[in-house]
């Protein structure tokens, strides 16, 4: 049974930085990447950022380039993300999910959110001004 649990999330002020995590555990394919999305109340989940599970090929979301960064610790099966000059606009809750395909040095189909198989409860990143 795959589980994804995120935690890290907070209420920060404009500028700030936060860190997320999503810690992984069960059996899973190094064919997947570990992706980050963000939703907001009526709104579709967006994505944010993403990294292959086994070989390290990270995604951004152009809203998020240079301020982003995604990184993974095998050793703990965790995945971060670590977010610095957050604004208001960033303000969401951040899902985790497993899915997209991996090959190589790409993977594929990593931005749509119906690709992804496993998701974690979320959690929730307010940015105030």
């Known amino acids: 049974q795959v589980q994804l649990v995120e935690s890290g999330g907070g209420l920060v002020q404009t500028g700030d930085s936060l860190t997320l995590s999503c810690a992984a555990s069960g059996r899973i394919s190094s064919t997947y990447a570990v992706g980050w999305f963000r939703q907001t109340s009526g709104k579709e989940r967006e994505f944010v950022a993403a990294?292959?599970?086994?070989?390290?090929?990270?995604y951004f979301a152009d809203s998020v380039k240079g301020r982003f960064t995604i990184s993974r610790d095998n050793a703990k099966n965790t995945v971060y993300l670590q977010m610095n000059s957050l604004n208001p606009d960033d303000t969401a809750v951040y899902y985790c999910?497993?899915?997209?395909?991996?090959?190589?040095?790409?993977?594929?189909?990593?931005?749509?959110?119906?690709?992804?198989?496993?998701w974690g409860q979320g959690t929730q990143v307010t940015v105030s001004s």
């Open positions: 990294i292959s599970w086994s070989g390290g090929n990270t």
């Open positions: 999910g497993l899915g997209g395909y991996c090959s190589g040095n790409d993977c594929y189909e990593v931005v749509k959110p119906h690709k992804y198989d496993y």
